[in-house]
């Protein structure tokens, strides 16, 4: 299996719902990614996920809490969202080999709308 | 933190002809650069990379070189066809594991 896959491929939720978005990779990499992409941007970083511990938490606002339950899965809870949160949401996922070489690969999205 | 600029932004070309997107980073401790093609409405995707240690890398139209002293990074297509056209993201990963993404460039390939 050499792929990433998240779901659902697509949300809409009100401000005050409470939902989950889902990662899943079985490559065996143990680095995986949270990240924003708003339309016509480069994707934003939101966390890192390093050896199942949060490495990195790019000064996200609370109401996007990640979580890492073992080294195939990544979640990211979404709650109190506000409409500007409404984006494509990514995961990826990297070896995190020693040395130089780590290429990232993504999932196809989540595509969050927030009413 | 890392600073990654990238130009053009828009990039018009002839079936054919070759296209050229530039790079450039700030942090020289970045050690591994990957480029993306995001088409509508997809993830992006892997198309080519170079590590810090390797000055150019080729894979059949696409080439990507690394000027460290400069602290810049191109890419190459040649013999463009429409199918290229997307939305072209350089990027640049540090030391701490991070990826760090240029602006974007929206390459159209004009039969």
């Known amino acids: 299996d050499t792929e990433v896959t998240q779901t659902p491929k697509h949300l809409v939720m009100g401000m005050t719902n409470k939902k989950s978005l889902k990662c899943e990779q079985h490559?065996?990499?143990?680095?995986m990614y949270w990240y924003k992409q708003k339309a016509k941007k480069p994707p934003e970083l939101m966390f890192v996920y390093s050896y199942e511990k949060l490495s990195i938490n790019e000064s996200v606002p609370s109401r996007f809490s990640p979580e890492c339950p073992n080294s195939s899965l990544l979640n990211l809870h979404l709650h109190a969202l506000q409409p500007e949160d409404s984006a494509l949401y990514l995961c990826?996922?990297?070896?995190?080999?020693?040395?130089?070489?780590?290429?990232?690969?993504f999932g196809p999205g989540t595509r969050l709308t927030v009413l | 933190g890392e600073n990654v600029e990238q130009h053009p932004s828009t990039l018009s070309v002839q079936e054919g002809d070759s296209a050229v997107i530039k790079c450039t980073y700030s942090?020289?401790?970045?050690?591994?650069f990957p480029w993306y093609k995001q088409e509508l409405g997809k993830r992006p995707q892997l198309i080519i990379d170079?590590?810090?240690?390797?000055g150019e890398k080729k894979d059949q139209r696409i080439a990507v070189t690394l000027n460290k002293t400069a602290k810049h990074f191109s890419l190459h297509i040649t013999e463009t066809q429409p199918e290229d056209s997307a939305v072209y993201f350089c990027a640049a990963r540090n030391t701490g594991n991070q990826f760090y993404f240029g602006t974007g460039t929206s390459l159209t390939v004009i039969p």
């Open positions: 170079i590590r810090s240690n390797v």
């Open positions: 990826a996922s990297s070896p995190l080999t020693s040395g130089i070489t780590d290429t990232q690969y």
């Open positions: 490559m065996g990499h143990r680095a």
């Open positions: 942090d020289s401790a970045s050690n591994y």
